[in-house]
Protein backbone atom coordinates (compact mmCIF):
# COMPACT_ATOMS: atom_id res chain seq x y z
CA UNK A 1 0.00 0.00 0.00
CA UNK A 2 0.95 3.71 -0.06
CA UNK A 3 1.78 3.96 -3.41
CA UNK A 4 2.63 7.20 -5.52
CA UNK A 5 3.90 7.46 -9.26
CA UNK A 6 5.25 10.48 -10.97
CA UNK A 7 5.02 10.38 -14.60
CA UNK A 8 7.27 11.34 -16.57
CA UNK A 9 10.37 9.81 -14.85
CA UNK A 10 12.62 11.75 -17.34
CA UNK A 11 11.92 14.63 -19.42
CA UNK A 12 14.40 16.97 -21.42
CA UNK A 13 13.25 20.17 -23.20
CA UNK A 14 14.11 23.44 -24.71
CA UNK A 15 14.64 26.44 -23.00
CA UNK A 16 11.10 28.84 -23.04
CA UNK A 17 8.69 25.44 -22.98
CA UNK A 18 6.71 24.44 -20.10
CA UNK A 19 6.63 21.01 -18.86
CA UNK A 20 3.77 19.42 -17.19
CA UNK A 21 4.84 16.80 -13.93
CA UNK A 22 1.80 14.48 -12.67
CA UNK A 23 2.09 13.09 -9.47
CA UNK A 24 -0.84 9.97 -8.52
CA UNK A 25 -1.34 8.72 -5.20
CA UNK A 26 -2.40 4.94 -6.46
CA UNK A 27 -4.02 3.34 -3.58
CA UNK A 28 -4.77 5.73 -1.08
CA UNK A 29 -6.59 9.26 -1.09
CA UNK A 30 -4.19 12.37 -0.57
CA UNK A 31 -5.54 15.19 0.91
CA UNK A 32 -2.62 17.05 0.84
CA UNK A 33 0.18 16.47 -2.12
CA UNK A 34 3.86 18.45 -1.54
CA UNK A 35 6.36 18.99 -4.01
CA UNK A 36 10.32 18.82 -3.61
CA UNK A 37 13.21 20.21 -5.26
CA UNK A 38 16.36 17.71 -4.95
CA UNK A 39 19.88 19.27 -6.15
CA UNK A 40 22.62 16.65 -6.60
CA UNK A 41 23.81 15.11 -3.21
CA UNK A 42 21.57 17.26 -1.07
CA UNK A 43 18.27 17.18 0.73
CA UNK A 44 14.73 18.01 -0.24
CA UNK A 45 13.60 21.62 -0.62
CA UNK A 46 10.08 21.67 0.17
CA UNK A 47 8.60 23.62 -2.93
CA UNK A 48 5.41 23.90 -2.01
CA UNK A 49 1.83 22.18 -0.36
CA UNK A 50 -1.15 21.59 -2.52
CA UNK A 51 -4.64 20.87 -0.84
CA UNK A 52 -7.44 18.96 -3.12
CA UNK A 53 -9.50 21.50 -4.27
CA UNK A 54 -8.26 24.68 -2.91
CA UNK A 55 -4.84 27.06 -3.67
CA UNK A 56 -1.46 25.69 -3.39
CA UNK A 57 0.80 26.87 -0.68
CA UNK A 58 4.81 27.92 -1.68
CA UNK A 59 7.45 28.26 0.28
CA UNK A 60 9.44 31.36 0.50
CA UNK A 61 11.70 31.98 -2.84
CA UNK A 62 9.45 29.64 -5.22
CA UNK A 63 8.02 32.21 -7.35
CA UNK A 64 4.50 30.23 -8.36
CA UNK A 65 3.70 31.90 -11.49
CA UNK A 66 7.16 29.56 -12.77
CA UNK A 67 6.24 26.43 -10.23
CA UNK A 68 2.11 26.42 -11.37
CA UNK A 69 0.74 23.51 -8.94
CA UNK A 70 -2.98 22.34 -9.46
CA UNK A 71 -4.37 19.21 -6.81
CA UNK A 72 -7.68 18.40 -9.02
CA UNK A 73 -8.70 15.45 -7.44
CA UNK A 74 -7.29 13.36 -4.18
CA UNK A 75 -5.38 11.07 -6.00
CA UNK A 76 -3.62 14.05 -8.63
CA UNK A 77 -1.62 16.96 -8.16
CA UNK A 78 0.50 18.46 -11.22
CA UNK A 79 3.22 20.97 -11.74
CA UNK A 80 4.11 22.64 -14.15
CA UNK A 81 7.40 24.34 -15.14
CA UNK A 82 6.64 27.32 -17.35
CA UNK A 83 8.86 28.86 -19.36
CA UNK A 84 11.60 26.88 -18.29
CA UNK A 85 15.65 27.69 -18.08
CA UNK A 86 18.10 25.65 -17.53
CA UNK A 87 18.64 26.64 -14.17
CA UNK A 88 15.64 24.79 -13.68
CA UNK A 89 17.24 21.45 -14.15
CA UNK A 90 16.68 19.30 -11.03
CA UNK A 91 15.05 16.40 -9.83
CA UNK A 92 11.70 16.86 -8.57
CA UNK A 93 9.72 14.83 -6.05
CA UNK A 94 6.34 14.69 -5.03
CA UNK A 95 5.00 13.16 -1.88
CA UNK A 96 1.36 12.68 -0.62
CA UNK A 97 -0.19 11.99 2.64
CA UNK A 98 -3.33 9.57 3.22
CA UNK A 99 -6.41 10.74 4.26
CA UNK A 100 -6.58 8.09 6.81
CA UNK A 101 -2.93 8.45 8.41
CA UNK A 102 -2.47 11.63 9.43
CA UNK A 103 1.37 12.45 9.41
CA UNK A 104 2.97 9.35 7.13
CA UNK A 105 4.05 11.16 3.81
CA UNK A 106 5.09 8.91 0.63
CA UNK A 107 6.92 9.85 -2.13
CA UNK A 108 6.76 9.26 -5.67
CA UNK A 109 10.27 8.35 -7.83
CA UNK A 110 10.89 11.61 -8.66
CA UNK A 111 10.77 13.29 -12.09
CA UNK A 112 14.88 14.41 -13.52
CA UNK A 113 13.85 17.55 -15.88
CA UNK A 114 16.74 18.95 -17.99
CA UNK A 115 16.71 21.72 -19.74
CA UNK A 116 19.05 22.56 -22.92
CA UNK B 1 10.96 27.53 11.95
CA UNK B 2 12.29 23.99 12.26
CA UNK B 3 16.10 23.61 11.77
CA UNK B 4 17.38 19.35 11.57
CA UNK B 5 20.87 18.68 12.02
CA UNK B 6 22.50 15.54 10.52
CA UNK B 7 25.24 13.66 11.26
CA UNK B 8 27.69 12.14 10.14
CA UNK B 9 27.45 13.09 5.99
CA UNK B 10 28.49 10.00 5.23
CA UNK B 11 29.06 6.81 7.47
CA UNK B 12 31.06 3.20 6.04
CA UNK B 13 30.39 0.17 7.77
CA UNK B 14 31.73 -3.85 7.41
CA UNK B 15 28.89 -5.67 6.75
CA UNK B 16 27.03 -7.51 9.56
CA UNK B 17 28.09 -4.62 12.23
CA UNK B 18 25.98 -1.28 13.25
CA UNK B 19 25.34 1.59 12.31
CA UNK B 20 23.54 4.92 13.71
CA UNK B 21 22.92 8.26 12.79
CA UNK B 22 21.48 10.88 14.86
CA UNK B 23 19.71 14.30 14.40
CA UNK B 24 19.32 17.24 16.15
CA UNK B 25 16.11 19.34 16.20
CA UNK B 26 15.08 22.96 17.14
CA UNK B 27 11.52 23.24 17.85
CA UNK B 28 10.43 22.10 20.80
CA UNK B 29 7.25 21.52 19.24
CA UNK B 30 8.03 19.03 17.11
CA UNK B 31 6.58 15.73 17.66
CA UNK B 32 6.81 13.61 14.44
CA UNK B 33 10.31 11.95 13.25
CA UNK B 34 10.33 10.48 10.28
CA UNK B 35 13.47 8.47 8.55
CA UNK B 36 13.78 8.21 4.56
CA UNK B 37 16.02 6.18 2.86
CA UNK B 38 16.68 7.15 -0.25
CA UNK B 39 18.38 5.13 -3.43
CA UNK B 40 20.13 6.45 -6.26
CA UNK B 41 17.95 8.13 -8.74
CA UNK B 42 14.89 7.35 -6.87
CA UNK B 43 12.15 8.72 -4.29
CA UNK B 44 12.42 8.63 -0.45
CA UNK B 45 11.32 5.78 1.34
CA UNK B 46 9.68 6.08 4.57
CA UNK B 47 11.45 2.72 6.70
CA UNK B 48 10.43 3.81 10.23
CA UNK B 49 8.79 7.08 12.31
CA UNK B 50 8.42 7.67 15.69
CA UNK B 51 6.17 10.19 17.50
CA UNK B 52 6.78 12.04 20.57
CA UNK B 53 4.93 10.08 23.01
CA UNK B 54 7.77 7.15 22.61
CA UNK B 55 10.96 7.03 23.42
CA UNK B 56 11.43 4.05 20.99
CA UNK B 57 10.10 2.52 18.61
CA UNK B 58 11.83 -1.14 16.87
CA UNK B 59 11.11 -2.57 13.16
CA UNK B 60 12.88 -5.80 12.65
CA UNK B 61 16.89 -4.41 12.25
CA UNK B 62 15.76 -0.87 12.26
CA UNK B 63 14.83 0.81 15.42
CA UNK B 64 14.57 4.66 16.01
CA UNK B 65 15.23 6.28 19.50
CA UNK B 66 13.69 10.11 20.71
CA UNK B 67 15.50 12.23 23.49
CA UNK B 68 12.83 14.95 23.47
CA UNK B 69 14.43 16.58 26.42
CA UNK B 70 17.67 16.91 24.25
CA UNK B 71 15.83 17.11 21.09
CA UNK B 72 18.03 14.66 19.71
CA UNK B 73 16.32 11.02 17.98
CA UNK B 74 18.71 8.89 16.31
CA UNK B 75 18.78 5.49 13.83
CA UNK B 76 19.77 2.57 14.45
CA UNK B 77 20.94 -0.52 12.02
CA UNK B 78 21.90 -3.64 13.27
CA UNK B 79 22.99 -6.64 10.95
CA UNK B 80 24.12 -4.46 8.06
CA UNK B 81 23.63 -5.81 4.71
CA UNK B 82 24.93 -4.58 1.93
CA UNK B 83 21.55 -3.40 0.69
CA UNK B 84 21.41 -0.89 3.25
CA UNK B 85 23.61 1.40 1.47
CA UNK B 86 22.19 3.89 0.50
CA UNK B 87 21.28 8.16 1.99
CA UNK B 88 18.98 8.57 4.84
CA UNK B 89 17.20 11.53 5.83
CA UNK B 90 15.99 12.36 9.13
CA UNK B 91 13.02 14.54 9.33
CA UNK B 92 10.71 16.80 11.70
CA UNK B 93 7.18 18.08 12.07
CA UNK B 94 4.12 19.36 13.83
CA UNK B 95 1.61 17.14 14.54
CA UNK B 96 -0.84 18.91 13.11
CA UNK B 97 -3.03 18.54 9.40
CA UNK B 98 -0.89 19.87 6.89
CA UNK B 99 2.28 20.63 8.59
CA UNK B 100 5.11 20.20 6.68
CA UNK B 101 8.56 18.29 7.25
CA UNK B 102 11.45 19.58 7.48
CA UNK B 103 14.80 17.58 6.72
CA UNK B 104 18.13 16.90 7.76
CA UNK B 105 20.80 17.15 5.07
CA UNK B 106 20.85 13.34 4.48
CA UNK B 107 23.61 10.35 5.40
CA UNK B 108 25.44 8.19 2.43
CA UNK B 109 25.79 5.12 4.21
CA UNK B 110 28.01 2.53 2.49
CA UNK B 111 28.51 -1.50 3.66
CA UNK B 112 31.40 -2.54 3.43
CA UNK B 113 31.25 -6.58 1.82
Known amino acids: GAVVSQHPSRVICKSGTSVKIECRSLDFQATTMFWYRQFPKKSLMLMATSNEGSKATYEQGVEKDKFLINHASLTLSTLTVTSAHPEDSSFYICSARDRGRALEQYFGPGTRLTVT | GENVEQHPSTLSVQEGDSAVIKCTYSDSASNYFPWYKQELGKGPQLIIDIRSNVGEKKDQRIAVTLNKTAKHFSLHITETQPEDSAVYFC????????????FGTGTRLTIIP
Open chain 2, 91 to 102: AASLNFGNEKLT
